[in-house]
């Protein structure tokens, strides 16, 4: 099992930054895929970002360019910055981990980002 804690959610402005958390621990395997996906009222969960064990990126294209994922593997953890939010940024962020090795795919619990107008 692997367990999954995020954290930095909030309200911002348009324009504004957050900048997301997500701490893995349990039974964690070096080779491993973390990402975070979004789930707005109404839409399916769909990718922000992932990023694999050795730093490979890849983005949604709505977000390339404003937002950043990184990881630090000593600590587990994955981030999220998120800069120029918009308006159709809100959504409940949703931290992901998969296995590369077992194949298993573990969710965090999510986060609210809501950006107003």
């Known amino acids: 099992q692997v367990q999954l804690v995020e954290s930095g959610g909030g309200l911002v402005q348009t324009g504004g930054s957050l900048r997301l958390s997500c701490a893995a621990s349990g039974n964690i395997f070096s080779i491993n895929k973390m990402g975070w996906y979004r789930q707005a009222p109404g839409k399916q969960r769909e990718l922000v970002a992932t990023?694999?064990?050795?730093?490979?990126?890849n983005y949604a294209d709505s977000v390339r360019g404003r937002f950043t994922i990184s990881r630090d593997n000593a600590k587990s953890t994955v981030y999220l910055q998120m800069n120029s939010l918009k308006p159709e940024d809100t959504a409940v962020y949703f931290c992901?981990?998969?296995?590369?090795?077992?194949?298993?795919?573990?969710w965090g619990q999510g986060t609210q980002v809501t950006v107003s107008s």
């Open positions: 992901n981990y998969a296995s590369t090795i077992t194949g298993h795919n573990y």
């Open positions: 990023i694999t064990e050795i730093g490979q990126t």
